[in-house]
């Protein structure tokens, strides 16, 4: 009867332990993925040439000519003041990719919409994922929502997207026709499928790359809504 109670008791005690390494697998798998990101300082000529690219993005007249999006762009008065305090922001959150180029400092993926540089809406990108959110969705100066246009052939509207993942033979971005439908919604609604398929497949090829908030941020990205009529 002794040997019974004992057997159950290390049977008890097994069944604990592999409970316990269960949790601890689990958890271990669970861990913020971001530990895998090649984190990474980078030089101080490469942190003068961020700070300098980001005030000319949103203080300089000359680039607005060009790039007018920026015109109402600000940098937060923390890293305005202190280029100290940007630094250190840069030496914390900087990674590397190996065989891409350099991650580029974005400002509107996290925080869609967003117009100001500041640590809490910004985060490092590679550049195919920053080319991906160009221009991603709004209205354009016809008033017709981004990814689709007015065809007077047929009379209905048009959808296509830019594939990021696509070049043609001059290097630029394909694009991809989605056909034909009788609204400007019908047509966006397919838009949006589309874009947010190669979002979330982007993404997941980038997943152990890249820090899990930016991971998170392009999997749940939520689109502009347009009325209709």
């Known amino acids: 009867?002794?040997?019974?109670?004992i057997s159950d008791e290390i049977m008890r005690?097994?069944?604990?332990?592999?409970?316990?390494?269960?949790?601890?697998?689990?958890?271990w798998w669970r861990h913020d993925k971001t530990d895998m990101v090649n984190y990474k300082k980078p030089s101080k000529e490469k942190k003068q040439q961020l700070i300098h690219n980001m005030k000319t993005r949103c203080y300089n007249e000359n680039y607005h000519k060009v790039k007018p999006d920026y015109k109402e762009c600000t940098v937060c008065d923390k890293w305005l003041d202190n280029k100290k305090s940007?630094?250190?922001?840069?030496?914390?959150?900087?990674?590397?990719?190996?065989?891409?180029p350099t991650v580029e400092l974005d400002k509107d993926i996290l925080v869609p919409g967003n117009k100001v540089y500041s640590p809490d809406t910004c985060i490092f990108v590679p550049k195919r994922i920053n080319?991906?959110?160009?221009?991603?969705?709004?209205?354009?100066?016809?008033?017709?929502?981004?990814g689709v246009s007015y065809s007077e052939k047929t009379g209905k509207y048009q959808a296509t997207v830019r594939?990021?993942?696509?070049?043609?033979?001059?290097?630029?971005?394909?694009?991809?026709?989605?056909?034909?439908?009788?609204?400007?919604?019908e047509a966006y609604e397919v838009y949006k499928a589309h874009k947010m398929a190669e979002i979330i497949y982007i993404a997941d090829s980038y997943k152990d790359m890249i820090p899990d908030k930016l991971y998170q941020a392009m999997i749940n990205w939520k689109f502009d809504e347009i009325k209709k009529g």
């Open 1 to 5: 009867m002794l040997a019974v109670l």
């Open 13 to 27: 005690i097994c069944w604990l332990l592999c409970l316990y390494l269960i949790c601890v697998c689990l958890l």
């Open 86 to 100: 940007f630094y250190e922001w840069v030496d914390h959150n900087y990674y590397e990719i190996e065989g891409e």
């Open 131 to 146: 080319d991906l959110f160009v221009h991603i969705h709004g209205k354009k100066k016809n008033g017709l929502p981004t």
């Open 163 to 185: 594939e990021s993942c696509k070049d043609d033979e001059d290097g630029k971005k394909k694009t991809a026709r989605l056909g034909f439908f009788d609204t400007a919604e």
